[in-house]
């Protein structure tokens, strides 16, 4: 079934270490989202990929990067983790941005750090 | 800059019973989702409302938009305990924003028997 898939679902690092987390879609889609969730919060846009144009919220701290090598894979690289990014980090989808064009999410990755 | 409110944050139902949740939002947009969330799991996709007065309904769940009010209503028709979960709505920011999603805070539902 064509689907977003997310690795690995559960990730411990350690406070400072470079962590990736992984996004791969059988979808096609051309636009990849990054959404942070903290703990009993609403889900929070990073940053989104139009194919391989990178677009940042302004609010998203640089400790956050992200790659998208081809359109099935994209990654999200946290440089120094602190505490404050433990969190659920939720992948989307959507084969074009406007209206008409649902987001799919991922089954997420927690990441805790120690 | 978009903002959406959503209330009560949290939601004791009884089984059997009828209840709301209410999603308001900030600035004109005429693209409304509800999304459910189970503990430790990713967002499903409920709705999708794309017009001023759309309703959608599926089994004991009912979404409807104003966008004039800019308000929508998830309603639950006589609680079961599998409703259990928290409910988001998100609104899209419209073309020139990438209709991107701004996410409510959630409302926590729990069913009681």
């Known amino acids: 079934d064509a689907m977003v898939i997310q690795n690995p679902r559960y990730q411990v690092t350690q406070f400072g270490k470079p962590v990736t987390l992984s996004c791969s879609q059988t979808?096609?889609?051309?636009?990849m989202y990054w959404y942070q969730q903290k703990s009993s919060q609403a889900p929070k846009l990073l940053f989104h990929?139009?194919?391989?144009?990178?677009?940042n919220e302004a609010d998203t701290p640089d400790n956050f990067q992200s790659r998208r090598p081809n359109t099935s894979f994209c990654f999200l690289d946290i440089r120094s983790p602190g505490l404050g990014d433990a969190a659920m980090y939720l992948c989307?989808?959507?084969?074009?941005?406007?209206?008409?064009?649902?987001?799919?999410f991922g089954p997420g990755t927690r990441l805790t750090v120690t | 800059e978009l903002k959406v409110e959503q209330n009560p944050l949290f939601l004791s139902m009884q089984e059997g019973k009828n209840y709301t949740i209410y999603c308001n939002y900030s600035t004109t947009s005429d693209r409304l989702y509800w999304y459910r969330q189970d503990p430790g799991k990713s967002l499903e996709s409920l709705f999708v409302?794309?017009?001023?007065?759309a309703v959608k309904q599926e089994g004991r769940l009912m979404a409807s938009l104003d966008t004039k009010a800019r308000l929508s209503t998830l309603h639950i028709t006589a609680a079961v305990h599998d409703l259990s979960a928290t409910y988001f709505c998100a609104v899209d920011r419209g073309e020139a924003a990438g209709n991107k999603l701004t996410f409510g805070g959630g409302t926590r539902v729990l069913v009681k028997p």
């Open positions: 409302l794309l017009s001023n007065g």
């Open positions: 989307a989808t959507s084969r074009e941005t406007g209206r008409y064009y649902e987001q799919y």
């Open positions: 990929y139009y194919d391989k144009d990178f677009n």
């Open positions: 979808l096609n889609h051309n636009v």
